[in-house]
């Protein structure tokens, strides 16, 4: 059997049901339970350590026309995006880079300053790493960060509110023009070639919703809208019961410009470093306030409700949101 | 200009030109200042994290031979010798798993199984990772740990004792045997690449000689003896008089079958997980003793004396060890 015929989650399966089997792995006796977006140690001070590895591979996820600027702003902000999530303020980056014999001097010192800008930019410092020789162009990053109290995967009831960071379907409207030839006009493709070329982590929302104490459970959206609410019900044994899906302004003009459904683009794109959050009654308000006060925004887009599973509502109908998302090493 | 020009220990200079423009990333304000085996963060509570990645690829780092399960073991212990050289426990590992679509389930499992493997000889529990799609087999580790105080790469001063954790020149016989056709009867050709095949780190060593606070300074020697012992001399500014190489049996039987220079052997092999210490005036003892039990041995080598270099000295003459070894990436 290959790789492609488990794909990456069940590759991730496989890999802990190996080392599950012995006592100093045990994943129900993390302090994060797997699944959840990063890992996390108690320290002695009694902050939590908090720990991420993301890798970035050119083929697969730096889409046509990317820099390799972009590529290293990219690859550091994948982990960024986990931490923020957890409510964790990073302090620690490392990186192994793999790369060709034949990649060119000044293609890496692109990377590098994109990397470098990053590090800046979420003011965690760049201090290690490891390079070797690989066919592909591979960024590895490591990333450690401290919080007080985590913000887990699992956690949310009934009646709690279903909210987003910001708005999504600008990173799908992208891919149909990168992948299946479709235009816009120019200031449409800007704004949506952007938004998979320019990603940023929520890292001032992240910490400022977790330093509300108002967020009951969280996690990263880079792996499609649906899938992370599918991915978050399930966790906490729940219904998300949706009832308006946060479409950007791009998505929507770009549905309309080619008669597509603007909520598959919204639920089904991927690599959209936003957070979802279920926040507890009575605290709204301060969460909500809190990413404000960060520069952002917290958008509520529905409710947990008793049951399974994630449905889109109106006053008609309630239609089911399937689990499913964009996945690396499938089969196609 | 290509990768393949600058060479990995070119590659990484260009980096750290790079990252040193900004204040964040200021190689001079580091903890533990490159070049070192890891990173260090000091905490809250006064010991330091030790932070430290290193990338095994299949095609440069798993010889010809080399079974999946002993794959994941190496990727471990790669990351483990580092923190060891610095005299820090590890407590937590993570790895980035890149992956062909077409790898075959059962590799993967051994593989995996190799990591937990090692995860349980280093007490040290594997906390997360990530899957990606590559076209090399890839485990890029991330490891984190603990120490009350630092071994620094520098900090040796003339008069110290140098010394190191095990013998050398095993590796080096048994690429001759892999990739130059060399034949050795079966039990010496078992030992031999059993050094390359089950890699281990001195983690017990590492931990006990740091413990005894009689290290001046340390550095792993996996990129070779020779290298190692120039990288430590440069960076402490002073030189290094070896009296006597660390030869393994296997080595001097192996040179002698074959008419080689067992020196060379014990030289520039590399892929040898030991430990280069300085010993301070008056220490030996105490380290001495501390590596003896932890179940391993301190072997004098030489000692640091006044200048710069590494040289070979007997009675009649003293000969110049140039800092070579090997490395990834450089044009052959």
Redesign the interface.
């Given at each position: 059997?290959?790789?492609?015929?488990?794909g990456?989650r069940g590759?991730?399966e496989?890999?802990w049901s190996?080392?599950g089997?012995?006592p100093?792995?045990n994943p129900a006796e993390?302090v994060l339970p797997?699944p959840d977006d990063?890992?996390?140690?108690k320290?002695?001070?009694g902050?939590y350590?908090v720990?991420?590895?993301?890798?970035f591979?050119r083929?697969?996820?730096a889409p046509k026309g990317m820099t390799h600027h972009q590529m290293g702003v990219k690859a550091f902000a994948m982990n960024i995006s986990d931490l923020a999530a957890k409510g964790a303020r990073p302090?620690?980056f490392?990186?192994?880079?793999?790369?060709?014999?034949?990649?060119?001097?000044?293609s890496?010192?692109s990377l590098?300053?994109g990397?470098?800008l990053a590090?800046?930019e979420y003011?965690?410092?760049?201090?290690?790493?490891?390079?070797?020789?690989?066919?592909?162009l591979?960024v590895?990053g490591?990333l450690?960060g401290a919080a007080k109290s985590l913000v887990r995967r699992s956690g949310a009831s009934p009646g709690d509110t279903l909210a987003v960071t910001g708005r999504f379907g600008n990173t799908a409207s992208a891919f149909k023009i990168l992948f299946e030839g479709k235009s816009a006009s120019s200031d449409l493709t800007h704004l949506l070639l952007s938004s998979v070329y320019n990603p940023r982590a929520r890292l001032a929302v992240g910490l400022a919703v977790a330093g509300s104490h108002a967020a009951t459970s969280s996690m990263d959206s880079s792996d499609g809208l649906a899938y992370t609410l599918n991915g978050m019900a399930k966790a906490s044994g729940v219904g998300f019961a949706v009832d308006s899906l946060p479409l950007s302004n791009g998505a929507m003009a770009f549905a309309k410009l080619h008669g597509l459904d603007p909520n598959g683009l919204a639920l089904f794109g991927g690599e959209e470093y936003e957070i979802v959050y279920t926040i507890k009654q009575g605290g709204w308000s301060f969460a909500e306030k809190a990413a404000r006060d960060a520069g952002g925004e917290l958008i509520r887009i529905g409710e947990v409700v008793n049951g399974k599973g994630v449905f889109l509502r109106d006053h008609k109908s309630e239609n089911p949101i399937p689990d499913r998302g964009w996945e690396?090493?499938r089969?196609t």
């Open positions: 059997m290959k790789a492609s015929s488990l990456e590759i991730i496989l890999i190996v080392l089997d012995r100093q792995n993390m797997l990063a890992s996390a140690v320290m002695n001070d902050n350590l720990l991420k590895t993301d890798m591979v083929r697969t996820d302090f620690a490392l990186f192994s880079l793999g790369l060709p014999k034949s990649y060119r001097v000044s890496i010192r590098i300053k990397l470098s590090s800046a003011a965690t410092p760049i201090l290690g790493g490891d390079v070797g020789e690989a066919k592909d591979i590895a490591f450690s690396h090493l089969a």
